[in-house]
């Protein structure tokens, strides 16, 4: 009798055993398969970079991209203090080359991929009455807004301009600092100020602002937008197919749309 409730004993188990145990959905083994890289970006590449990511990973399906977007001088101050980043595309070339003097960019993998133009802005169903950038200094204008000089590119470059047809010191209470260039677009778009100062191509997709006037390219340092591998990655060979992606002519012409001028 105990040998008879031995081997039931074990016929149980062998049929409720499988029963109990997990199995994970095909598609979730295949998501857990992925290679995750971190690309650390400019905030304003955001429209362009997101296309780009869905076109690589339709032939790159092995890889996952995902994005860390915000001002390149934050970003920039990420990766100094150890922040996970793999490639890490600026919008200041300063911020670019001082990551590269710490020795924390792959000397052999940078490049200058992208440039862009600084542009006034108001809202576009309430105008504020300008024409050009000195228009800023009337008294009808009350609130400029531009990202934060020190770690925002675009309000970099803003400042240098307003600096070079020097109003800068006049414009000290109008203006509004904010954390990246999408906020200037917002306050403009939703006439929180009265005019913002962003690039160009902050522009598209957005129907509720318009161009006051394109700032000379001499008032400010050359916009150039830099890529490079950060060396700590340790996913070299996914990491460089990304990074050779964006300089092919998918990745171009994607950029182009958007309104970025490529460097060749």
């Known amino acids: 009798m105990k040998k008879k409730g031995l081997i039931w004993f074990f016929i149980v188990i062998l049929v409720f055993l499988p029963a109990c145990s997990t199995k994970l959905p095909e598609k979730d083994i295949k998501q857990a398969k992925k290679i995750e890289i971190t690309i650390s970006a400019a905030v304003s590449l955001d429209s362009a970079l997101m296309e780009i990511k869905t076109q690589f990973e339709k032939t790159n399906k092995q890889i996952a991209i995902l994005y860390n977007l ?10 100094i203090q150890g922040a996970p980043a793999d490639i890490f595309i600026s919008a200041s070339k300063d911020h670019f080359e001082e990551l ?14 992208l440039s862009n133009q600084i542009v006034l802005i108001t809202n576009k169903s309430k105008p504020a009455p300008l024409t050009n950038f000195k228009d800023l200094n009337k008294s ?6 531009i990202g934060t000089p020190a770690t925002v590119p675009a309000g970099m470059y803003a400042k240098q301009t307003l600096q070079k047809l020097d109003i800068w010191d006049r414009l000290q209470s109008k203006i509004i600092q904010t954390k990246d260039v999408r906020q200037v677009l917002t306050y403009v778009e939703t006439n929180s100020v009265d005019a913002g100062i962003v690039y160009m ?7 509720k602002v318009k161009v006051v006037t394109v700032a000379d390219e001499q008032s400010h340092e050359p916009i150039i937008y830099s890529a490079g591998i950060i060396k700590s990655s340790v996913k070299k060979k996914e990491v460089s197919l990304f990074y ?21």
């Open 140 to 145: 009808g204008i009350k609130k400029v807004a």
């Open 244 to 264: 050779d992606y964006l300089q092919t002519p998918t990745a171009r012409a994607i950029f182009k749309k958007y309104g970025f001028k490529v460097l060749d």
């Open 100 to 113: 590269a003097i710490k020795g924390l960019i792959d000397e052999q993998n940078q490049t200058d991929l």
């Open 201 to 207: 191509t902050d522009l598209k997709g957005s129907d």
């Open 70 to 79: 915000g001002g390149s001088g934050a970003l920039k101050q990420q990766i």
